[in-house]
């Protein structure tokens, strides 16, 4: 079958989640995207040659929770686009990541592989609670690369008669083989919520670095955030070794209830079985405190995994 | 994997719906089924050759919306089944279309192309919204072409002990290169509604014209409804250019309150960007009115949308 | 696409089931699993070489309900696993069937080929309804074949601080062409049950048997049960042909109200058209009595069924 892909991938750790405020520790099977490198999924993808340069795209993945075979809702929760490509660039239809969330994760890309172990996860970065990191019934336009420099905007169709909550988001970036910097901004207008990302990637060859500024201007019930990581990974044959920190200080304009400050530090490791199967382990401790200094969330995850792609 | 072959189709538009009786406009994207051609789908089916002219089959398919990614309910929606076929036609167990809904198609299948833009759709006919396009538990057989002529019936199990409520549907047509007309009718015995419907179809080389004509004898609460619509399309090149007109009168012998008249016009064009791949536009104007002659319904529908079929 | 397999398998069959208690009777059309072989599936599987004796395999296989086209709940309720294997055996991760459910499937083989027919099917084993046939965040090792020996454990994570509510099964078995016996364990923390299977299958050529003795040792609300299982197959051509007894007997150490007999009586025979398509026919007849020899259920089924495999 020539015009379809099936393609997939099933990730799967064993490890511990210690909760050293509530001070419980609990063992358990992670999915991947809570404990691992990534969440399992399927998926369908195909493109086809339309002549004189054109191109047309779909993309249908399914997410799925590998240690109980349950889906993730809704269905095609991964990605659910059609798309019509050209020397003009792309435009896309349907669901799919935002530009925005495309830029969060190239500052997070050498910060232990953009994962469950990743310093900023779990509440370090405020955001990446609330954020939407896919928009439904959405339009974007991706640029081509253009000597390096490329953009793209989204925009969500509310499909509400008599209000105005369109989303919208944009990046625009640079991009040379060993080094990548892009900005984003997302704008949700059902909520009051702004987010802007600023990230960078270096590759230095025995290593490379990635960075990340994120802004949130906050709601009352969210507070500003203001959020920093950095991440090296160092790859050495089959093996890849990678560390990262993040940082994050939210302020409350109204009275202060929201003030607070958190930070994560996370080491992992992965090893190729070969291109398509690797092991790993990972390590990530979280701090959260609020206003007047407390912990209201200091945890601790270690785990080992195996992921294979398909 | 020669046993089994993956398909399906991705289909979204971007459009408006404009109520004219509540003053409302929406801008959307639809999924295809409520504002595009088609309801978009994947699907797993396949063919068996058994030796002496018999043959397995079978066919799952699932329907999802394209712009949220969500599955539509039951999971294979669109089919379920499993056949056997050979020189005596074709019998096929679990959930697939009746051959009612098989007429009824045909009817409307030059009526800008049997999609969400067809001149009847969106409360024209008002038999669309509960007749039954597809039986569970349904055992069919349909069978072979006999110069010409062909009959389908389909039996529905209601699976409940101590009552009788089995549905059925039965057609019969006939069918050349260039004409097909079709009788067909069904009967869901848990509901008091019947239901018949008569449809053509000539194809005149520069274009083709459908017609139809539809019967519910309804329960108290719907009344009897009859329906009459009528399809012209025309291929230029790789376009194709419809336009249609549909018409419907409710009689209610209770007290006359079901009373009612409606109408819609539609008119659509495709651009084959390849066998795969289309590009379309499609406007429809739907009217329905109430016994004393009040609009309760005044909706008009354009959209621009893109089929991708794989 | 090398790196993965679609396959699947679509049953339905239409019969009848008989409650001589109520005295109703209903015609049905049957998915499967609950009057035919077995339930319907779909799944992805693949097996990828590591090199130096290792392999990496995933499977992935939905469970659904052919006659209406509803997905079983959860989306991947098969299965949902990742594994290692090696000289060393197998480590597996992951949702899939209990080592117990394997050697209960062993005892049953041969009788009226472990289907919905199976004469110890539908409450004559009571266990048969409580007990976990596949266990979620399981971690398995399954040995190689040791001269004809092999064992298997299963460790399934409550997940729960706190707690301790593992599930736990194991089987040893042994392996000839002809000739197969195994036992088997489980003990499912999370409630006081625990389940033990006794099973043996031997392939005299022109015939085969299998047998099965399973015990629970039950909660007060269950009661401890004893059961009893023998199956008989005879292919002959493109035919087979089988029938199964089993019986059971629950003794309540409480009170004497979870006292009670059951039996069960099974023919099937199964016509191959193909190697991947068949028609069947099954028969099955179930009494259970309660304490005081009083019928609970006494109930037939008969059903003319197609599976067909891709």
């Not at 399927?42 to 340069?53: A, I, K, P, Q, S």
């Not at 690369?145 to 499909?159: C, K, P, Q, R, T």
Request: glycine share 14%; charged share 25%.
């Amino acid at each position: 079958q020539s015009n379809v892909t099936l393609y997939g991938r099933v990730d799967l750790s064993v490890g511990n989640l210690k909760d050293k405020v509530k001070n419980t520790s609990t063992t358990q099977m992670f999915q991947g995207g809570d404990g691992g490198l990534t969440t399992s999924r399927w998926g369908l993808r195909g493109t086809e040659d339309l002549g004189g340069g054109l191109k047309a795209a779909f993309k249908l993945e399914n997410r799925f929770n590998a240690d109980t075979g349950a889906s993730q809702d809704p269905y095609f929760k991964g990605e659910s686009s059609l798309s019509l490509m050209g020397g003009f660039g792309e435009v896309k239809l349907g669901r799919s990541t935002t530009v925005y969330d495309d830029v969060r994760g190239l500052g997070q890309s050498r910060d232990v592989f953009d994962s469950a172990f990743t310093a900023s996860s779990n509440g370090v970065f405020k955001s990446g609670g609330d954020y939407a990191s896919r928009f439904d019934n959405k339009i974007s336009y991706y640029s081509p690369n253009m000597g390096g420099f490329y953009a793209g905007i989204d925009v969500s169709l509310d499909e509400k008669a008599g209000v105005s909550q369109d989303k919208y988001a944009f990046k625009a970036g640079y991009k040379q083989k060993e080094f990548e910097v892009a900005l984003a901004h997302q704008n949700e207008k059902d909520k009051s919520d702004k987010y802007t990302a600023l990230a960078a990637m270096y590759d230095f060859g025995s290593f490379s670095v990635s960075g990340a500024y994120n802004q949130r201007k906050g709601s009352a019930a969210n507070g500003d955030d203001s959020e920093y990581a950095l991440g090296v990974t160092v790859p050495v044959g089959a093996w890849a070794f990678s560390g990262g920190y993040a940082y994050s200080k939210t302020k409350d304009s109204a009275g202060g209830a929201k003030n607070g400050k958190a930070s994560g530090f996370a080491l992992g490791a992965t090893y190729a079985l070969s291109k398509r199967t690797r092991l790993y382990a990972g390590y990530r401790d979280v701090v959260v405190k609020n206003n007047v200094g407390a912990k209201t969330k200091d945890e601790r995850l270690v785990a080992f995994g195996m992921r294979h792609d398909f």
